[in-house]
């Protein structure tokens, strides 16, 4: 079993930056690919970002690419997503998950999930 916590969402200006933290509990924390997914107001939830479970492979929707970046340090269990150039487009709750997969953009591919933090940017 694996427990996911968020933190780092907010309120913040177009252009601005967030960092969005995952924090994984239990000791296999490696083992799993991780993902963020966002579900803005009417929307179904979408993926945003993905990493291998060792960190060398990284997968990025189209709409984030170049703006957000995806890492984690398994040392600490936490998985991370830098968001440069916000736009209000990107407001959504946003949710981390943990998968028995390499990376991968498809939902159903993951076991886990975080309660989810939001983001709101403001034009």
């Known amino acids: 079993q694996v427990q996911l916590v968020e933190s780092g969402g907010g309120l913040v200006q177009a252009g601005g930056s967030l960092r969005l933290s995952c924090v994984a509990s239990g000791r296999t924390f490696s083992t799993y690919g991780m993902g963020w997914f966002r579900r803005a107001p009417g929307k179904e939830r979408e993926f945003v970002a993905a990493i291998s479970r060792s960190g060398s492979s990284t997968y990025y929707a189209d709409s984030v690419k170049g703006r957000f970046t995806i890492s984690r340090d398994n040392a600490k269990n936490t998985v991370y997503l830098q968001m440069n150039s916000l736009k209000p487009e990107d407001t959504a709750v946003y949710y981390c998950?943990?998968?028995?997969?390499?990376?991968?953009?498809?939902?159903?591919?993951?076991?886990?999930w975080g309660q989810g933090t939001q983001v709101t940017v403001s034009s």
């Open positions: 998950a943990a998968g028995v997969i390499a990376s991968s953009d498809i939902i159903g591919a993951y076991n886990y």
